[in-house]
């Protein structure tokens, strides 16, 4: 993939805040989020801000460990606003229990007052798109 400017600031803001996450830095977490910014995810829709994220971020109950990115790709629709989605694989402790899995993520990032900050993240795990990978197995007779 040939990377222009904004290609490289992009990749570069996402891996800072995915590190902030692994560091437990808020200062870093609030400075590339929005005032008014959007996460989507398997636990629902949420808005967040500089002020809420770094508690999220500082949170005792789970423990960014390790990330992985593949599959990346990058949409600059204005100079202003980027857009970029990829496949991530995620190593963590939650409530002290390992956990790992992949998802397909993206993140718009948006140009404010000269730095990027990030007005909409989604994670999607990944697997079948009709959830039939976590249904319960059904017994037959």
């Keep these: 993939m040939a990377m222009n400017a904004i290609d490289k600031e992009i990749i570069a803001v996402e891996r800072e805040y995915w590190d902030s996450m692994i560091s ?13 910014s959007l996460i989507v995810g398997s636990q629902g829709i949420s808005t967040v801000s500089p002020k809420t994220i770094g508690p999220m ?25 980027a857009l970029i989605g990829y496949h991530v694989k995620e190593e963590l402790e ?16 948006a140009r404010q007052n000269g730095k990027w900050v990030s007005i909409l993240h989604t994670e999607s795990i990944a697997g079948d798109p009709f959830g039939r990978d976590r249904m319960p197995a059904k017994v037959t007779k």
């Design 24 to 36: 437990k830095d808020p200062k870093v977490a609030e400075r590339l989020t929005a005032d008014d």
């Design 94 to 109: 939650v409530e002290g229990k390992p956990v790992s899995f992949e998802a397909n993520d993206s993140t718009a990032w």
């Design 57 to 81: 971020v500082q949170s005792e109950g789970w423990k960014l460990k390790k990330y992985e990115f593949s599959d990346i790709k990058i949409s600059s629709p204005s100079p202003d606003l």
